[in-house]
């Protein structure tokens, strides 16, 4: 059974920054797609950024330069580096895995290419 566990939300100011982490079990995070997802109040579920089998990574447009993905296949764990944060950053947080392939070829940060989530942990930014 896959779980996926996020932690290292938090409240921190405009500018601040906050590492989040996913601890992955059931799955392997060397060799599945892996990402990261975001939902404010209101508002779609969108992709932060994913990373690949080789450590490829993808970004959305709005977190290019302050964010950063990456893994450690040993822990098989998953982060989040957030820097310079912003208030548009508030959201949670979600963790998410995609189990199709035993390979994942490239980068991925559109929801329904995922099929497993975690339990999301909040990232408030106040101005």
């Known amino acids: 059974q896959v779980q996926l566990v996020e932690s290292g939300g938090g409240s921190v100011q405009a500018g601040g920054s906050l590492r989040l982490s996913c601890a992955a079990s059931g799955i392997a995070v060397s060799r599945a797609c892996m990402g990261w997802f975001r939902q404010a109040p209101g508002k779609e579920r969108e992709g932060v950024a994913g990373?690949?089998?080789?450590?490829?990574?993808k970004y959305a447009d709005s977190v290019k330069g302050r964010f950063t993905i990456s893994k450690d296949n040993a822990k098989n764990t998953l982060y989040l580096q957030m820097n310079s944060l912003k208030p548009d950053d508030t959201a949670i947080y979600y963790c998410?895995?995609?189990?199709?392939?035993?390979?994942?070829?490239?980068?991925?940060?559109?929801?329904?290419?995922?099929?497993?989530w975690g339990q999301g942990t909040q990232v408030t930014v106040s101005s």
């Open positions: 998410a895995a995609r189990s199709f392939a035993m390979y994942c070829y490239g980068p991925r940060t559109a929801k329904n290419e995922y099929n497993y």
């Open positions: 990373i690949a089998s080789d450590g490829s990574t």
